[in-house]
């Protein structure tokens, strides 16, 4: 009897969760309330905000912004969706259409100051709290390319002075490497590290969905202070900046690492292609042992990518060149996998892309499956809260992702993932 209670329950364990979502707005939710699932304004994802939303001119489409997004219920159906600019003194009516999905479009001032809100109520008469889903919105004319050149030079000077409360005044409290790890590794970069010269040229700076990645090389030199040895080295790298209510501020950084060398494991949320191979600095944070090694290979630097990726419909995604695509409608062939708006919401995959669930999450998994990989165009039962290993030909390499949000009626996707760029299933 007890065998048969629990094949019972490991197969209720199996059935979709359709109503399951890893967005912010949804934890402790009753069945009769309703429930936004998915709020974006034009390319930019609100699901990744803390209290504010800030877009560039270069944002907008058309001088607009286009407020999309999604609302579900349990029971009944969705019968108004409004939005307030004004901390809800006056209501506009979205536009709503089947499945939940709405839209509304305004053209904003720059630099104003709007108070966000929005409300959703069911065919029942219940409604999402008027101060639920409410944050500040604002249009900067401040160029975001220029912003976050800007912001990685100001990091760079408090760097080179030693300055480690400015430093983490530049880094985003969403900053998707472990933030306490990145001010511990400073200390300890300061300590163990003096004389420090770092010469940083960038080579492009590229825009998506409000993520600013500038790609740089750099020439450095340090000296320990244990030895007082002078090491030096060169590599490329990447580091991300994102618009927040303090300004542009770090989101994420790259190995090889140009700050915070003492603690690359918790820091880095990918490795730059580029670098792997390279003689890169490396720095013991115990003893204060500082060498150059091989990026890639060895104990303390990243073995394998890892990141946070958003894709809208007909972007897609390519592990081994970190690259976003916009390939339109119909299967993925540039990248590995390319969401894409439709009914019953589709994840292609590339040809000679397999894949097959996973147990969740992925940060506690170690190596992808060695074999049982379906040779399927598109991922099935893809949810957020959902865990996939992927076998990637030729090679093959591996990769695992968990969803974290997924839109089937926009096509808006995002998505954590480990990449082995070695080829091995261990990351």
Request: with cysteine; charged share 20%; aromatic share 10%.
């Amino acid at each position: 009897m007890k065998r048969f209670f629990a094949t019972i329950l490991f197969l209720v364990t199996l059935l979709p969760t359709a109503g399951t979502h890893a967005a912010w707005w949804e934890f402790g939710r009753e069945s009769n309330e309703p429930s936004i699932t998915d709020l974006r304004f034009n390319s930019m994802d609100a699901a990744r905000l803390d209290d504010t939303m800030i877009l560039g001119t270069d944002d907008l489409q058309g001088g607009a912004i286009i407020v999309r997004g999604r609302v579900q219920v349990g029971r009944g159906e969705i019968g108004l969706v409004e939005i307030s600019l004004d901390e809800g003194k006056t209501w506009n009516t979205a536009t709503l259409s089947d499945r939940g999905l709405f839209t509304w479009e305004f053209r904003p001032e720059i630099g104003r100051n709007y108070p966000f809100r929005v409300r959703a109520t069911s065919t029942t008469g219940v409604s999402t709290g008027p101060e639920e889903h409410e944050f500040h919105l604002m249009v900067t004319s401040d160029d975001g390319s220029s912003a976050a050149r800007e912001a990685f030079s100001k990091l760079l000077e408090a760097y080179r002075n030693e300055d480690r409360a400015g430093f983490m005044r530049h880094v985003s409290d969403s900053f998707e490497g472990d933030f306490s790890a990145l001010d511990d590794a400073l200390m300890n970069d300061f300590r163990w590290l003096d004389s420090i010269s770092i010469q940083a040229n960038i080579t492009r700076v590229v825009s998506n969905s409000g993520l600013f990645e500038l790609y740089f090389t750099y020439n450095r030199q340090v000296r320990s202070s244990r030895n007082g040895q002078f090491l030096r080295d060169s590599a490329a790298s990447v580091v991300g900046f994102r618009r927040g209510s303090g300004g542009m501020k770090l989101i994420r950084m790259s190995a090889p690492l140009i700050f915070g060398v003492s603690d690359t494991g918790y820091i880095a949320t990918s490795v730059t292609g580029q670098a792997i191979g390279q003689n890169v600095l490396v720095v013991d944070p115990y003893t204060g042992g500082a060498t150059t090694q091989s990026q890639g290979t060895t104990a303390g630097a990243a073995s394998s990518t890892s990141g946070t990726q958003s894709l809208i419909s007909g972007e897609s995604y390519n592990f081994d060149t970190d690259s976003v695509a916009n390939e339109g409608p119909g299967p993925a062939i540039q990248g590995d996998l390319k969401p894409e708006a439709a009914a019953m919401g589709f994840i292609f995959l590339r040809n000679g892309v397999g894949f097959q669930p996973i147990a969740c999450p992925i940060s506690t998994t170690a190596s992808a499956p060695a074999g049982g990989y379906m040779a399927m165009p598109y991922l099935m039962n893809a949810q957020a809260g959902n865990c996939y290993a992927l076998e990637i030909l030729p090679g093959p390499k591996y990769a695992i992702i968990e969803i974290v949000s997924y839109n089937p009626g926009l096509g808006n996707l995002t998505f954590r993932y480990k990449y082995q760029p070695g080829g091995g299933r261990n990351f």
